[in-house]
């Protein structure tokens, strides 16, 4: 099930730069796009998300933005702190039909911020 | 903050067993979800479940799976006799509202070793 794909496996950024992980999908009916941020040996914590009727959503440092057309999404962290270091899940889903809520994961790309 | 829990953190079984994991959501929410990871791979969807139904299921739950909803704060995960190819994280989720709408919140997670 290749429907969400985070080609990049590993992001290594320098603290107080920006991180940008990117995603992409490839079902049309996807209307709900979420980021999330695991630590091993946890679960996955909510970060943000975005309808597929906006284009950017922003909270802190955290900024998504969604390019319907290409069917692409990415997480912007400015400025990255080391704490933000984790792996990084995109995730989707579609609305109502036959899909209840049910989230599609991409495979998730770890991000390092070193000092 | 409300946060959702699950017991155990780790259960190690031998194959042919029957296992239960344990979930409790966040109190208000409505909706819940397993999803389960083998190790070094995506986070699948098995299931979600409302209204004491289960709502959607992926191919991988199949009869050796099911779900419920003993009283009013679990939610379970049955495994009636377990593979070797069980062996995974499996993480108890919960919402307000579908996914497709509203935000999964997930719990730590059962690390479930199959002897």
């Known amino acids: 099930d290749q429907q969400v794909k985070q080609n990049s496996p590993s992001l290594s950024v320098q603290e107080g730069r920006i991180s940008i992980l990117n995603c992409d999908y490839t079902?049309?009916?996807?209307?709900?796009f979420l980021w999330y941020k695991k630590y091993p040996a946890e679960g996955p914590t909510f970060l943000i998300s975005?309808?597929?009727?906006?284009d950017k959503n922003e909270d802190g440092r955290f900024t998504v933005f969604l390019n319907k057309s290409a069917k692409h999404l990415s997480l912007h962290i400015v400025p990255s702190q080391p704490g933000d270091s984790a792996v990084y899940f995109c995730?989707?889903?579609?609305?109502?039909?036959?899909?209840?809520?049910?989230?599609?994961f991409g495979q998730g790309t770890i991000l390092t911020v070193h000092p | 903050e409300p946060e959702v829990t699950q017991t155990p953190s780790h259960q190690v079984t031998q194959m042919g067993q029957e296992v239960i994991l344990r979930c409790v959501p966040i109190?208000?929410?409505?909706?819940f979800y397993w999803y389960r990871q083998i190790l070094g791979q995506k986070v699948e969807f098995l299931v979600s479940?409302?209204?004491?139904?289960?709502?959607?299921k992926s191919e991988i739950f199949d009869d050796q799976f099911s779900v419920e909803r003993p009283d009013g704060s679990n939610f379970t995960l049955k495994i009636r006799s377990t593979k070797l190819e069980d062996s995974a994280m499996y993480f108890c989720?919960?919402?307000?509202?579908?996914?497709?709408?509203?935000?999964?919140?997930f719990g730590p997670g059962t690390r479930l070793t199959v002897l």
């Open positions: 989720a919960s919402s307000s509202d579908w996914g497709g709408t509203d935000t999964q919140y």
């Open positions: 109190s208000n929410h409505l909706y």
């Open positions: 995730a989707a889903s579609g609305a109502g039909g036959t899909s209840y809520g049910k989230l599609t």
């Open positions: 079902n049309s009916m996807f209307d709900y």
């Open positions: 479940f409302y209204n004491n139904e289960i709502s959607e």
């Open positions: 975005i309808s597929s009727i906006k």
